[in-house]
Nanobody, 115 residues
Framework: QVQLVESGGGLVQPGGSLRLSCVASGYIWRFTPMGWYRQAPGNERELVASIGFGGRTNYADSVKDRFTISKDNGENTVYLQMNSLKPEDTARYFC?????????WGQGTQVTVSS
């Protein structure tokens, strides 16, 4: 079964940290660059971090030097370590392939940064 299940979100104060996890079930993810996306109310979904073949990573300017994406191939899990969180990071976070496969969006996990 092809499935993406995100977890790890929550409420955190500005400057805090969270680590998101995404378990990717299904063979199609094994050879697919993976990414973390986020969508805030009223905004379009945006790609914030990606990891490709050989572990090459890319980040949106808004999260560069604060977020780190990593992948555990053995566990089929993609992580997003988020440090120095800001209120503008508040959004629902999703993982998917890069480019995204629209049929496989999961429920996402909510991240709220607020004092």
């Amino acid at each position: 079964q092809v499935q993406l299940v995100e977890s790890g979100g929550g409420l955190v104060q500005p400057g805090g940290s969270l680590r998101l996890s995404c378990v990717a079930s299904g063979y199609i993810w094994r050879f697919t660059p993976m990414g973390w996306y986020r969508q805030a109310p009223g905004n379009e979904r945006e790609l914030v971090a990606s990891i490709g073949f050989g572990g090459r990573t890319n980040y949106a300017d808004s999260v560069k030097d604060r977020f780190t994406i990593s992948k555990d191939n053995g566990e089929n899990t993609v992580y997003l370590q988020m440090n120095s969180l800001k209120p503008e990071d508040t959004a629902r976070y999703f993982c998917n392939g890069v480019p995204a496969r629209p049929a496989y969006w999961g429920q996402g996990t909510q991240v709220t940064v607020s004092s």
